[in-house]
């Protein structure tokens, strides 16, 4: 509904959107629409552009959530919500999003890897096309169905390896803390961090 302490919808929306919360399963709001105990977790960039990662990180994300909150003995509790007295880093959402980063993060970094191994061999092919003078033979290269064939290998070479890394969504490495939870102060706290 909002974002950066600004409404995205009309004024006159927000009675649907209360209105529609008991009957969701799954709410994930931003830190605008949140409970006030935010925690963060910080992931190193990588150079690449993925796409459908964001449905990537919700599916992982409910079924963690699911997960954390039987352990938590929450799944009976209309909100899956713990008690206010739970800090930010040890709600079920926050050990979930942990896991799922974890995952999520080693499956993209062995994705850049296989992709530029593919690349690497794509280049080396097409090397062997260009005959001594740097001329390629085939006449049809350099023209729009070899660009089209170049696009489609590299989108082909930068699709997520999800099946080929299915061990790592199911016990993603969180031996060195790299994906730990830390918590923020509560919005609106002058003492901030």
């Not at 709001?29 to 190193?44: G, K, S």
């Not at 926050?94 to 995952?103: F, H, N, Q, R």
């Amino acid at each position: 509904m909002g974002d950066q302490g600004k409404l995205y919808v009309h004024e006159s929306v927000v009675p649907a959107y209360k209105e529609l919360l008991p009957h969701a399963d799954l709410i994930l709001p931003n830190q605008f629409e949140a409970d006030p105990r935010l925690f963060r977790i910080t992931i190193p960039a990588l150079p690449c552009f993925f796409s459908g990662t964001g449905d990537m990180f919700a599916a992982l994300l409910i079924a963690r959530l699911r997960q954390f909150c039987a352990e938590a003995k929450l799944l009976q509790s209309a909100s899956w919500m713990p008690d206010d007295e739970v800090p930010a880093v040890d709600l079920p959402l926050a050990k979930a999003t942990e896991m799922v980063l974890a995952s999520m993060q080693t499956i993209l970094e062995k994705t850049i890897e296989a992709r530029d191994k593919e690349l690497e061999v794509m280049k080396s092919d097409i090397g062997r096309r260009m005959d001594v003078d740097g001329e390629q033979d085939n006449e049809d290269d350099g023209d729009e169905a070899e660009r089209n064939r170049m696009h489609l290998a590299q989108t082909k070479a930068g699709e997520v390896r999800v099946v080929r890394n299915v061990r790592d969504l199911v016990e993603p490495d969180l031996r060195n803390g790299t994906y730990k939870a830390q918590s923020l102060e509560k919005v609106g706290d002058e003492s901030g961090v």
